[in-house]
């Protein structure tokens, strides 16, 4: 066990600490996806939208349209940034990610190497076993704000600090 565990943190340290996500919208639904098909993923059994690690010398934007690409097949047309997320979890390094919407696209929903994509109603997500930092940026999602700045640190996987815009809201959630 302590060999994976040192053998992951080593994994970590090796990508990059920039990533994104993005959130698919259609007729009221997200494109998540349920991460169940990668041994020792941290997102283990968690829903989650589509992204990924920056490639070496990737944009945001050169990620997010591959990543979307590898993961879903699709080809966005049309997207926004909505925030940056700072994460900071025990025994991985800090990461920030790049959150986007997406609302067009082309080509059909393929196989995804990662988990499995489906269509989820925007009012059942937070249902759904996803990280507790999730529930709040889906908030500001639906609520309209046009982008945001939040920090999320999780100490053993349970949320302990969340800072919007630089303001604590810890109490708020």
């Known amino acids: 066990m302590m060999k994976q565990v040192k053998n992951l ?24 996806m349920h991460r ?3 041994e020792h993923d941290i997102n283990k059994d968690k829903w989650v939208g589509i992204g990924g690690h920056f490639e070496a010398d990737e944009s945001p934007e050169e990620c997010l349209l591959r990543e979307t690409k590898e993961e879903t097949g699709l080809i966005l047309l049309k997207w926004q940034l909505r925030g940056i997320i700072t994460f900071l979890c025990d025994g991985y390094q800090t990461e920030y990610m790049f959150l986007y919407t997406a ?13 499995n994509l489906e269509w989820i109603e925007k009012s059942k997500v937070s249902s759904l076993p996803v990280w507790e930092g999730d529930k709040i940026f889906f908030r500001l999602l639906e609520q309209g704000e046009p982008f945001f700045s939040l920090k999320l640190k999780y100490e053993g996987g349970t949320l302990t600090e969340a800072y919007l815009n630089g303001k604590d809201m810890i109490q708020k959630f």
């Open 36 to 38: 169940v098909k990668k």
């Open 9 to 32: 943190k080593e994994e970590n340290k090796m990508k990059s600490s920039l990533t994104t996500l993005c959130y698919i919208e259609k007729d009221g639904k997200y494109l998540m």
């Open 103 to 115: 609302d067009d696209y082309s080509g059909q929903i393929g196989e995804c190497p990662e988990g």
